[in-house]
């Protein structure tokens, strides 16, 4: 079973599709990074699925019932462009509304239970417009929280937190899938701390669905480069661009990609007169890897 | 207390599903400063309105304080402001509070969390009107009480037919739920223009539409089936009947609001 499937998802404002006949799978306990630029389609595709949209044509089903379905949608949380509280009252009080909407039982053992998850025990009767950013968009996880979500659609939660907040962020997301089960949706520019969490990802470009993969095919597919740096950086370039397919100067370094056999390298080169002043074997992260996939497209 | 490890989606009932709603409006409703000084406002006018007739040397607005309630007989053709300025009023300020309440839901992105939760948009409708119809249904106990001090501040009489008088207050307070049902709709309409809301809500909440009929048709009875007429027609001349067409209208326009409402919130996106 899927947390989520989409199939041939559009959307369009005034004649523009902002998704373009989308197809989505999202495997029950992934952490599934969405990737995409500005205005890609990500925020767009999380509203349709939340049903704050009405999509134009096609499917969204959520764990293989219709998105439509009250007792399906009663267990997704969501966080989208904000957390949707009211300013004016108390961290509490917000949490108090959504737990009455919810039903629960155990109103205040539940909001105890999702404040500290998010770390905000102690700042519960502040007022939701003396938080901070980082306090707002916890208190956004811990609305999201409340009750017994089996999906959470989390819409860029990590923006505009510094270090210390994105880790917190972190293992909060990576504590609610471990502890409770759930399935996340989650987007982010910040590529680099998503790879560190997410399970799967979906890159999404002008509202279509270009590649989705698991962590592991990305580890797969990601290339290994040998990057190095010689006295004759110019001679040496040339020179093993006619040994090797891919050879690029990128960063002050001459990367060969595909390849990580430093001493075979190492080898060749001091043979010819180009002693090796430093090397190293690297393997392309999500980020590169985003970015090639993307230039690729373009081109 | 970790328990989210199940995957059993139970469809909540209908009951469950508007006990959630209403629950979290009514917990907004008492929490809201805005709910209170509506309260007030709608004591103080009927109050104020009152207490200067009696110091008016000239001209008298009423010369029975239940004046202040509804008039005696059905007019919907206004000729001074004493026909007018009666417990309808209640409805011009129900008009704007149900606009802040509901504008508030779409400025803090609250109506997120509503719509994600929810996937019925009925729910939504029925729950902001009956929590709005029972504001109002509080705001016309306190303009009663306003009216009622104001009375006996400037010393008009209390002669009245009792049943009429009960009848025209009860016939005005199961109109709250027409009128906020009107409010609710205007508000899903205008959803994403809170100004153009509250205008809207004010500028029907006044009569004016059926004031101006009324200049053209005349004291037609037939203006009854729309809510300002059936909340003129509760006057102090009122017997059953009034009350079955304050109940049918008011219910009828509930019913046709909330359709089109849930109608517009499932055809339309939400915000």
Redesign the interface.
């Given at each position: 079973m899927n947390a989520i499937e989409i199939r041939g998802l559009s959307k369009s404002f005034r004649g523009l599709y902002a998704v373009d006949n989308l197809n989505m799978t999202v495997p029950v306990g992934a952490i599934y990074g969405f990737i995409g630029e500005n205005g890609s389609g990500k925020s767009t595709t999380e509203k349709l699925i939340c049903g704050h949209l009405v999509p134009d044509k096609g499917s969204i089903k959520l764990f293989d019932r219709p998105y439509t379905d009250a007792g399906v949608r009663v267990r997704v949380g969501a966080l989208i462009e904000n957390t949707g509280c009211f300013p004016n009252s108390s961290v509490w009080d917000n949490l108090m509304m959504q737990a009455i909407n919810l039903g629960l039982s155990d109103r205040a053992g539940e909001i105890d239970r999702v404040l500290r998850i998010v770390r905000m025990e102690d700042n519960a009767k502040l007022k939701f417009k003396k938080c901070s950013l980082g306090m707002k968009q916890r208190i956004g996880i811990a609305m999201a929280l409340l009750g017994d979500p089996a999906l959470l659609i989390l819409d860029e939660p990590i923006n505009g937190l510094d270090a210390d907040g994105m880790r917190m962020m972190r293992e909060i997301l990576v504590d609610i899938t471990q502890q409770y089960g759930c399935t996340v949706l989650i987007s982010s520019h910040i590529l680099g701390e998503l790879e560190k969490i997410a399970t799967h990802y979906g890159i999404i470009r002008q509202g279509k669905m270009i590649q989705e993969l698991s962590a592991k095919d990305l580890e797969g597919r990601a290339k290994v480069f040998t990057s190095l740096k010689t006295q004759n950086m110019q001679g040496a370039f040339g020179f093993l661009r006619q040994k090797f397919p891919d050879v690029r100067a990128e960063d002050g370094y001459i990367r060969i990609y595909d390849v990580d056999d430093t001493e075979g390298i190492v080898g060749l080169l001091m043979q010819n007169n180009f002693p090796v002043r430093e090397i190293k074997k690297n393997k392309i992260g999500l980020e590169e890897y985003y970015i090639e996939l993307m230039s690729k497209k373009e081109a | 207390?970790?328990?989210?490890?199940e995957?059993k989606?139970?469809?909540?009932s209908f009951a469950?599903?508007i006990?959630?709603?209403l629950?979290?409006d009514f917990?907004?409703l008492f929490?809201t400063p805005m709910y209170y000084i509506f309260l007030a406002i709608a004591a103080i006018i009927p109050a104020m309105i009152v207490s200067m007739t009696g110091a008016d040397g000239g001209q008298t607005m009423y010369t029975n304080v239940w004046n202040i309630v509804a008039a005696d007989s059905p007019r919907y053709i206004v000729h001074n402001i004493g026909e007018y300025a009666n417990m309808n009023m209640v409805f011009i300020f129900g008009g704007i509070m149900v606009s802040i309440f509901i504008g508030?839901d779409y400025r803090?992105?609250?109506?997120?969390?509503?719509?994600?939760?929810?996937?019925?948009k009925r729910d939504y409708m029925i729950s902001k009107s009956l929590v709005s119809a029972f504001s109002m249904a509080c705001m016309c106990v306190t303009y009663l009480i306003g009216g009622v001090v104001g009375g006996m501040i400037s010393g008009l009489s209390f002669e009245v037919n009792i049943s009429s008088l009960l009848i025209a207050i009860l016939g005005k307070v199961v109109m709250s739920l027409g009128w906020a049902s009107l409010y609710t709709f205007l508000n899903v309409i205008f959803r994403r223009y809170f100004g153009i809301s509250v205008a809207a809500s004010f500028f029907i909440g006044t009569g004016i539409p059926i004031i101006g009929a009324a200049a053209i048709i005349g004291n037609n009875s037939l203006l009854n089936v729309f809510l300002y007429g059936s909340s003129v027609y509760a006057c102090l001349s009122s017997n059953i009947v009034t009350m079955l067409v304050c109940a049918v209208v008011s219910v009828a326009w509930t019913v046709i609001y909330n359709l089109l409402g849930s109608l517009v919130l499932?055809?339309?996106?939400?915000?």
């Amino acid at each position: 079973m899927n947390a989520i499937e989409i199939r041939g998802l559009s959307k369009s404002f005034r004649g523009l599709y902002a998704v373009d006949n989308l197809n989505m799978t999202v495997p029950v306990g992934a952490i599934y990074g969405f990737i995409g630029e500005n205005g890609s389609g990500k925020s767009t595709t999380e509203k349709l699925i939340c049903g704050h949209l009405v999509p134009d044509k096609g499917s969204i089903k959520l764990f293989d019932r219709p998105y439509t379905d009250a007792g399906v949608r009663v267990r997704v949380g969501a966080l989208i462009e904000n957390t949707g509280c009211f300013p004016n009252s108390s961290v509490w009080d917000n949490l108090m509304m959504q737990a009455i909407n919810l039903g629960l039982s155990d109103r205040a053992g539940e909001i105890d239970r999702v404040l500290r998850i998010v770390r905000m025990e102690d700042n519960a009767k502040l007022k939701f417009k003396k938080c901070s950013l980082g306090m707002k968009q916890r208190i956004g996880i811990a609305m999201a929280l409340l009750g017994d979500p089996a999906l959470l659609i989390l819409d860029e939660p990590i923006n505009g937190l510094d270090a210390d907040g994105m880790r917190m962020m972190r293992e909060i997301l990576v504590d609610i899938t471990q502890q409770y089960g759930c399935t996340v949706l989650i987007s982010s520019h910040i590529l680099g701390e998503l790879e560190k969490i997410a399970t799967h990802y979906g890159i999404i470009r002008q509202g279509k669905m270009i590649q989705e993969l698991s962590a592991k095919d990305l580890e797969g597919r990601a290339k290994v480069f040998t990057s190095l740096k010689t006295q004759n950086m110019q001679g040496a370039f040339g020179f093993l661009r006619q040994k090797f397919p891919d050879v690029r100067a990128e960063d002050g370094y001459i990367r060969i990609y595909d390849v990580d056999d430093t001493e075979g390298i190492v080898g060749l080169l001091m043979q010819n007169n180009f002693p090796v002043r430093e090397i190293k074997k690297n393997k392309i992260g999500l980020e590169e890897y985003y970015i090639e996939l993307m230039s690729k497209k373009e081109a | 207390m970790a328990q989210t490890h199940e995957l059993k989606f139970e469809n909540p009932s209908f009951a469950k599903r508007i006990k959630g709603m209403l629950g979290v409006d009514f917990y907004r409703l008492f929490h809201t400063p805005m709910y209170y000084i509506f309260l007030a406002i709608a004591a103080i006018i009927p109050a104020m309105i009152v207490s200067m007739t009696g110091a008016d040397g000239g001209q008298t607005m009423y010369t029975n304080v239940w004046n202040i309630v509804a008039a005696d007989s059905p007019r919907y053709i206004v000729h001074n402001i004493g026909e007018y300025a009666n417990m309808n009023m209640v409805f011009i300020f129900g008009g704007i509070m149900v606009s802040i309440f509901i504008g508030h839901d779409y400025r803090s992105g609250y109506v997120k969390q509503l719509f994600t939760t929810h996937a019925k948009k009925r729910d939504y409708m029925i729950s902001k009107s009956l929590v709005s119809a029972f504001s109002m249904a509080c705001m016309c106990v306190t303009y009663l009480i306003g009216g009622v001090v104001g009375g006996m501040i400037s010393g008009l009489s209390f002669e009245v037919n009792i049943s009429s008088l009960l009848i025209a207050i009860l016939g005005k307070v199961v109109m709250s739920l027409g009128w906020a049902s009107l409010y609710t709709f205007l508000n899903v309409i205008f959803r994403r223009y809170f100004g153009i809301s509250v205008a809207a809500s004010f500028f029907i909440g006044t009569g004016i539409p059926i004031i101006g009929a009324a200049a053209i048709i005349g004291n037609n009875s037939l203006l009854n089936v729309f809510l300002y007429g059936s909340s003129v027609y509760a006057c102090l001349s009122s017997n059953i009947v009034t009350m079955l067409v304050c109940a049918v209208v008011s219910v009828a326009w509930t019913v046709i609001y909330n359709l089109l409402g849930s109608l517009v919130l499932s055809r339309c996106d939400v915000y």
